[in-house]
């Protein structure tokens, strides 16, 4: 069936490096992926969205890369803030308006 | 630009009873997608209307229903709730085509006792 994982569930890093959180993805038919971003009692923000016909996308110090052949794809934030502490989902949808969400990773930022 | 606005935000009910959720989108969207978050379950999907038509529907029970009215905002409902369904529900609104960005309200949290 389908399913969005993400590998760790639990990421800690010093303020000022550089962030990077993975996702696997099963349904090879996935055609759009998005990152969210979640804060403590808020709905998911958008992040960052990538198309199947794309290996890498970048926004404003965001960096969303794809590789279709292993199904993976990875979020990396630069110059992680404590701003940036949340819960991340990657979701996959290949039927328009139905997203698969992963469990979450937890960013934790030390200052 | 208004975002997409979820009432109420908190809602308590007692077991047996049915609720009622509403979701406005963003003026424009066509699309509107309800989810069940839960610590352990995660974020899942229920269904999605579009243009006042459910197009795709999650593996919740019939318990769990939903409409859209012609100004695109959706109601989700839930009979004979229980302890289970307690969570967060979220609604995402978007313009509705393949492939497009998805934005979210703050969610209700709805508790079961």
């Known amino acids: 069936g389908e399913s969005v994982g993400l590998h760790l569930p639990t990421l800690s890093v010093q303020e000022g490096d550089n962030s990077i959180i993975n996702c696997a993805y099963s349904?090879?038919?996935?055609?759009?992926f998005i990152w969210y971003k979640q804060e403590s009692g808020k709905g998911p923000q958008f992040i960052i969205d990538i198309r199947s016909n794309m290996d890498k996308r970048q926004g404003q110090r965001v960096t969303v890369l794809l590789n279709k052949t292993v199904k993976h794809l990875s979020l990396q934030i630069a110059a992680t803030q404590p701003g940036d502490s949340a819960v991340y989902f990657c979701?996959?949808?290949?039927?328009?308006?139905?997203?698969?969400f992963g469990q979450g990773t937890e960013l934790s930022v030390k200052p | 630009k208004a975002g997409v606005t979820q009432t109420p935000r908190y809602l308590i009910k007692t077991r047996g009873q049915q609720v009622t959720l509403s979701c406005s989108p963003i003026s424009g969207h066509r699309s509107v997608s309800w989810y069940q978050q839960t610590p352990g379950q995660g974020l899942q999907f229920l269904f999605e209307?579009?243009?006042?038509?459910?197009?795709n529907k999650g593996n919740f029970p019939g318990r769990f229903s939903g409409r859209q009215f012609s100004n695109s905002r959706s109601e989700m409902n839930v009979s004979t709730l229980e302890l289970g369904d307690s969570a967060l529900y979220l609604c995402?609104?978007?313009?509705?085509?393949?492939?497009?960005?998805?934005?979210f309200g703050q969610g209700t949290r709805l508790t079961v006792v």
């Open positions: 349904n090879s038919a996935s055609d759009y």
């Open positions: 979701a996959d949808t290949f039927q328009g308006g139905k997203l698969i």
């Open positions: 209307y579009f243009s006042e038509t459910q197009r």
């Open positions: 995402a609104s978007s313009l509705g085509g393949l492939g497009t960005e998805a934005f």
